[in-house]
């Protein structure tokens, strides 16, 4: 019913800069809180940043400062601008969505499939 496609993702340099992008579509009648998760080799998977549908922001100590995490509502899509990259940083990093799909349903939590960040010089 609703699918998250993320993208951006790739190899950078220590000490550089990527932009992800997460777009929800389907049956959407709105979405709630957005975020991304990531999840390193033989990790569990973890919170990075997360947003409310009125703007408010919550970021993982770990990219406090360096991560900014964004929404464009009107396209139902959430950003992730990491600087300041370090090698620990390195995961696949997944967007995640709390939709409601009609005026009558409850909230359900959906999940992008996942698109990998490498730093390493």
């Known amino acids: 019913q609703v699918q998250l496609v993320e993208s951006g993702g790739g190899l950078v340099q220590p000490g550089g800069s990527l932009r992800l992008s997460c777009a929800a579509s389907g049956i959407i009648f709105r979405i709630y809180a957005m975020g991304w998760y990531r999840q390193a080799a033989g990790k569990e998977r973890e919170l990075v940043a997360i947003i409310t549908d009125v703007g408010s922001t919550n970021y993982a100590d770990s990219v406090k400062g360096r991560f900014t995490i964004s929404r464009d509502s009107a396209k139902n899509t959430v950003y992730l601008q990491m600087n300041s990259l370090k090698p620990e940083d390195t995961a696949v990093y997944y967007c995640?969505?709390?939709?409601?799909?009609?005026?009558?349903?409850?909230?359900?939590?959906?999940w992008g499939q996942g698109t990998q960040v490498t730093v390493s010089s």
């Open positions: 995640t969505a709390e939709v409601r799909t009609t005026v009558v349903s409850g909230r359900s939590d959906y």
